[in-house]
Nanobody, 115 residues
């Protein structure tokens, strides 16, 4: 059983920054690949970033240099630092991981980018 709980969403002005967190509750804890996706209103869910159990990261091309994914293995928490946010990046951001072929998702964190 894996539970993912996102936090840190909110309202930010264009050009601003936010850091999302995703707390992982699992017994026993397993360090697997994790990722972030986002879904804007009326659009499909899209890939944002991922990090492997070895710490290798991958990003959507449009986000490289502005977003940073990281994890704290002691706190069992995944992070997404988002800088220079744009209005079109307003979306619900989800963290995800996989276990035995099944995908687990958090409830999502709303990010609103508006002046």
């Amino acid at each position: 059983q894996v539970q993912l709980v996102e936090s840190g969403g909110g309202l930010v002005q264009p050009g601003g920054s936010l850091r999302l967190s995703c707390a992982v509750a699992e017994t026993p804890f397993r360090l697997n690949e994790m990722g972030w996706y986002r879904q804007a209103p009326g659009k499909e869910r899209e890939f944002v970033a991922s990090i492997t159990s070895y710490g290798r990261t991958n990003y959507a091309d449009s986000l490289k240099g502005r977003f940073t994914i990281s994890r704290d293995t002691v706190k069992n928490t995944l992070y997404l630092q988002m800088n220079s946010l744009k209005p079109e990046e307003m979306a619900v951001y989800y963290c995800t991981t996989g276990r035995g072929g099944a995908a687990y998702w958090g409830q999502g964190a709303q990010v609103t980018v508006s002046s």
